[in-house]
């Protein structure tokens, strides 16, 4: 059984992957995306290097989050317009691993992305090499958070606005925010970050089966 | 033990069902309005004209008895908008997906009036209007999240559908709304050194105390009273083509 | 024999609005239900009801298991085929058959076969630049992944050409003496042998 599981999970993996490569935009659009926000803070405040360095977590904290928000709309809206969401309903395959292996998808076009160009953030915002395991660590837990909750939005608005998806997901993710910054600041300033990166952490792990549940939930709401 | 669980749930039933809803409840609201106005004048009464004035703040601490039951308010009615919208998720109980809508707009309004009288308060104690204290703060974003169920509401045309998509956004509300709380926390111990405790008066004497409680109360019996008179609404509007209501409204 | 399915009493409410009420049906093996409706009458929504995707207000769905018991959960796989075909332009179309539920675990060679039983032989061509006819071939092709014991089809004869008309009503009638039995819905009682329900 747990075998069928993979296989149909491997099957998801696949066919996304293989459309996403296909069609570039989905995993560049995030990245370019990032890089402009993160951009726009030393042209709004000025290139002092101490101004700068110390915004810094909060500038690639914010901009991580706006440029996961981006994609989510995708996440199910061509699945459900063509028709394949509903087969997979039907099936008898579990819908809960589907929607894990949809956000794992998200992760993989958006998240692994943003985490290779917050290092060239956290270069040319002027952050010290040492701070850099922490920014990845802190990205890592908190861009798959992002994507789960971006998930639940998607779902919740399926073919309506990106906007509302927004709307519904940014107040969810201040958590993320405040610890992912958090972690940042505290290994800047040589403090323990430990402990906000087990919270992150357990914040996945119990986000990971009450999302995903939720999320099969409001995607059935839509063929009500 | 499964009998009486029967029963409970007949009781539900019935109660939830629409014209008995509507029955019932226009028999009790005239007694819950008489107990909020009698509950809210007595205690407000007492409290900004009767109970003794704080040593260091003088009068202005009295909005106090607004402040404190409207945040109290605005926390629990997200609690009691998550029971319903859990309901609704697992039993398809309509009634409680109307009652989360109902509540909503409540709700908003007390966090609403807790950041007004908040600010009101703070400008005259720590002379500025908004200070990024971790209560304000996160009180803050429970607005935003009560703001995020209505706005989603709104956009959905079928209303027993927009009540299913608030009721599972709820219940995500309410299992993160400690932790953003907690975070806030952390967020500011580490940021700055807190210069302000709103944990003020740790020993509030009970001439204070006591109005204090009776406004809270009354501001529950305003919810219960609000609620009530929003729900039947909700619950005529929706069931408008039914023959009960039509009947109701013809005779 | 004993019927696939049961479906007894069902009834479905939609914004306060009966969509179809007390239906009553059975599927046999190898034989066809076709249900005929306008547009909007809840053709799709009824197929959505059986499947389980949304909860009808009443009435039961029974399956039969593998030990004559009717249940109320499936223990088998059905085929579903909505309105639209779920074909991604961005994958060949080969990969269109290989990279679905229904394929897991199957040989290549088997679904070359399928392939080639409908038809299509550009099997490494982008699903973007075929014709509705040969899209609509890679949704017929699906069928015959595996043995389905029912087959639920929204709506197939909808904008056919005659070949791909008599290509599906000649699979039809080969997969009913497998055993095999359809659900379809259309605007209009089509050539295939069929016991016909309108809502």
Redesign the interface.
Same mark, same amino acid.
């Given at each position: 059984m747990s075998n069928?599981i993979f296989?149909?999970l491997t099957?998801i993996l696949?066919?996304d992957l @293989?459309?996403a490569f296909?069609?570039s935009a989905t995993y560049i659009t995030p990245l370019i995306f990032f890089l402009i926000v993160v951009t726009f803070f030393p042209l709004a405040l000025g290139p002092q290097e101490s101004l700068l360095s110390s915004l810094a977590p909060g500038v690639i904290w914010i901009a991580t989050l706006l440029a996961s928000l981006l994609a989510v709309e995708s996440i199910f809206s061509e699945?459900f317009?063509?028709? +394949?969401l509903?087969?997979?309903? *039907?099936?008898?395959?579990p819908s809960f691993v589907l929607v894990f292996a949809k956000v794992l998808i998200h992760w993989l076009i958006t998240g692994l992305p943003i985490m290779a160009a917050s290092i060239i953030a956290a270069i040319v915002l002027y952050l010290p090499f040492d701070s850099f395991l922490p920014i990845l660590l802190s990205l890592i837990l908190g861009t798959s958070f992002m994507s789960l909750l971006g998930a639940?939005g998607a779902a @919740?608005?399926l073919g309506?606005?990106a906007i509302?998806s927004a *709307?519904?997901v %940014?107040?969810?993710s201040?958590?993320t925010l405040?610890?992912g +910054?958090?972690v940042i +600041?505290?290994s800047i300033n040589s403090q323990d970050y430990f402990g906000?990166l087990m *919270?992150m952490g357990a914040?996945l792990a119990?986000g990971i089966p009450?999302?995903c549940l @939720?999320t099969v939930?409001?995607l %059935?709401?839509n063929?009500? | 033990m499964t009998r009486i669980w029967k029963i409970l749930k007949q009781w539900f039933i019935e109660m939830g069902s629409p014209p008995l809803f509507y029955n019932w409840s226009s028999k009790i609201i005239p007694w819950l309005g008489i107990t909020t106005l009698v509950l809210l004048s007595l205690g407000i009464y007492w409290g900004l004209f009767v109970s003794p004035i704080d040593y260091k703040q003088g009068d202005v601490y009295r909005i106090l008895y607004i402040h404190v039951p409207s945040a109290i308010l605005g926390e629990s009615i997200f609690i009691f908008m998550a029971i319903c919208g859990f309901i609704n998720v697992i039993w398809r109980a309509k009634i409680s997906g109307m009652m989360l809508k109902a509540a909503a707009p409540i709700g908003m309004s007390f966090t609403l009036l807790v950041l007004v009288t908040g600010s009101v308060w703070g400008k005259p104690t720590w002379g500025t209007w908004w200070v990024w204290d971790a209560r304000l703060t996160s009180t803050l974003i429970l607005f935003f999240i009560y703001a995020a169920l209505i706005g989603l509401h709104s956009t959905i045309e079928d209303k027993t559908k927009a009540d299913r998509a608030v009721s599972i956004l709820s219940i995500v509300g309410v299992a993160i709304i400690p932790v953003i709380k907690k975070s806030v926390d952390w967020w500011q111990t580490l940021h700055q050194p807190s210069t302000f405790t709103i944990t003020s008066s740790p020993s509030m004497s009970p001439e204070m105390y006591l109005p204090l409680l009776i406004c809270l109360l009354g501001f529950y019996m305003f919810f219960a009273f609000s609620l009530t008179l929003n729900l039947r609404n909700e619950v005529l509007d929706r069931e408008r083509s039914k023959a009960w209501v039509k009947q109701n409204f013809n005779s | 024999m004993l019927p696939n399915l049961k479906v007894e009493n069902l009834s479905c409410v939609r914004s306060e609005k009966a969509i179809f009420e007390n239906l009553n049906f059975d599927v046999f093996p190898g034989q066809n239900i076709e249900i005929i409706g306008s547009n909007g009458s809840g053709k799709t929504t009824l197929l959505r009801a059986i499947l389980g995707l949304i909860r009808p207000e009443n009435g039961t769905i029974r399956w039969l298991d593998d030990d004559n018991n009717f249940n109320e959960y499936r223990t088998y796989d059905c085929f579903y085929q909505g309105h639209q075909l779920g074909i991604k332009n961005l994958l060949t179309v080969f990969e269109n058959l290989n990279l679905t539920h229904n394929a897991k675990g199957l040989k290549k060679e088997k679904i070359y076969k399928c392939l080639e039983r409908v038809g299509l032989s550009n099997i490494n061509d982008l699903a973007s630049s075929l014709s509705v006819g040969q899209r609509k071939r890679i949704s017929i092709a699906r069928w015959l992944l595996k043995d389905f014991k029912i087959y639920f089809i929204d709506e197939p004869f909808s904008a056919l050409d005659d070949e791909a008309t008599n290509l599906i009503e000649r699979l039809i009638i080969e997969l009913n003496t497998e055993g095999c039995s359809f659900v379809m819905t259309g605007h209009r009682p089509s050539q295939v042998n069929a016991s016909r329900i309108e809502i």
């Open positions: 069928s296989g149909w099957i696949r066919r @293989l459309i296909r069609r699945d317009r063509d028709g +394949t509903d087969n997979f309903f *039907i099936s008898l395959e639940l @919740l608005s309506k606005s509302l *709307i519904i %940014l107040p969810f201040i958590p405040l610890m +910054t958090s +600041t505290s906000f *919270i914040m119990i009450l999302l @939720l939930e409001a %059935l709401l063929y009500d | - | -």
